[in-house]
């Protein structure tokens, strides 16, 4: 039986062993192809997920799109701790060894130039998200459930609230440009990512940050300390702020040259 | 729930966690950065964006966002056919009714030259 390539990472050879029983996407346990002193990593799949139409259907189904996903990230990962890891994007198949070949002979410069930039460097998410606290501007319990006394009364008590709720975002948004700029002072690069939209994430609060920050992984210990301790600071500083630290992850958002 | 994974070389814990990554991390990253190469297997990049647009990284079904009223993007026109068909018909309604109100006469001729038009336009194909 053949399959499709599916391709999750190109990478430098390297001599360490993959976690065992790794399993990526389908179940299949990924396998390597060398050419041209370059490794991808790939799977080989069944053609009746993986072809163009099986493909765009289970791309619409979440739950397979959920699981894809996770076994993608986990082969990336597992890569991300013996080697630096290119990853491709979800999704990117061949029919057969032969087009992987001539993928990374297209690309094999833009490879070593990437591979040589990222070399030994990780990707750390940070997110800042507002908690949604109670203004000051809001009146107090007993006083919420009264109707104003006027209609002037009511304009008076709702832009007293506007203009809480104004201020809160001002702090919150010049905290998490503080906090953005103390971390790229200890980043080689850096990205900004659109918030996530909270009603999806399931995080609670509005995410004011989306940041993603490019460390050498000798130095992350480093910025691992420095983000715990603005996150304690943080509370004193400005209240009802959240930060949160994900990775280290392969350097996702950082494989493509400079994009803006 | 986050916490940030072992730091130094080897990661001790299987993953599949992601470490302390949430699914809406894991998605942001392996479909909207990495390399983007066409592979043999076309699939048009924009049925992707579009999903991760509209499921801006849920965690729910499709289904259950819309139980949650997650349903936003059934009115973007950006992202929904039917939505846009709302929004010319009513802006053709509004433009009407504003022409209507201007100048009565003038509206009732706009009408009726257009539904001929309609017509032939029907007729041609």
């Known amino acids: 039986m053949t399959g499709l390539r599916y391709v999750y990472a190109v990478c430098r050879p390297f001599t360490a062993p993959l976690q065992r029983q790794l399993t990526g996407v389908a179940g299949a346990p990924p396998r390597q192809l060398v050419h041209h002193g370059l490794i991808a990593v790939f799977s080989e799949v069944p053609a009746e997920d993986f072809a163009e139409e099986p493909l765009r259907a289970h791309l619409e189904d979440l739950d397979w799109l959920t699981a894809t996903a996770r076994a993608h990230q986990g082969v990336v990962d597992a890569l991300t701790v013996v080697t630096t890891p290119l990853p491709l994007r979800l999704g990117t198949v061949f029919h057969d060894d032969s087009g992987v070949r001539t993928m990374i002979e297209a690309r094999e410069r833009v490879f070593l130039r990437t591979l040589g930039r990222l070399e030994g460097r990780v990707e750390w998410g940070v997110k800042v998200y507002a908690e949604d606290s109670p203004d000051p501007g809001t009146p107090a319990e007993g006083e919420k459930s009264a109707h104003p006394a006027s209609g002037r009364d009511y304009l008076r008590r709702r832009s007293t609230r506007a203009r809480a709720h104004e201020t809160r975002w001002q702090q919150a948004e010049e905290y998490a440009g503080r906090l953005h700029a103390a971390l790229c002072a200890h980043a080689e690069d850096s990205r900004l990512h659109n918030p996530q939209n909270a009603a999806l994430s399931g995080a609670s609060g509005r995410n004011v940050l989306n940041a993603a920050y490019l460390v050498p992984r000798s130095r992350s210990e480093e910025f691992v300390e420095l983000v715990d301790r603005t996150k304690d600071e943080s509370g004193d500083d400005v209240p009802g702020m959240r930060v949160e630290l994900t990775g280290p992850w392969a350097a996702y958002s950082f494989v493509e040259e400079e994009r803006t | ?125």
């Open chain 2, 1 to 125: 729930m986050t916490q940030p994974r072992s730091v130094s070389g080897r990661l001790p814990e299987p993953y599949g966690s992601g470490g302390g990554a949430n699914l809406a991390d894991i998605l942001e990253r392996v479909l909207d950065k990495g390399i983007v190469i066409a592979g043999d297997i076309r699939i048009n990049l924009l049925d992707i964006e579009l999903l991760t647009i509209k499921l801006r990284l849920v965690v729910a079904s499709v289904d259950k966002a819309k139980e949650m009223g997650i349903d936003w993007w059934e009115d973007d026109p950006e992202l929904s056919s039917r939505a846009r068909r709302k929004q010319l018909a009513r802006e053709n309604r509004e433009l009407r009714e504003r022409l209507a109100a201007l100048d009565p006469e003038a509206a009732d001729e706009v009408g009726r030259p257009r539904a001929r038009r309609e017509i032939s336009d029907e007729e041609a194909r």
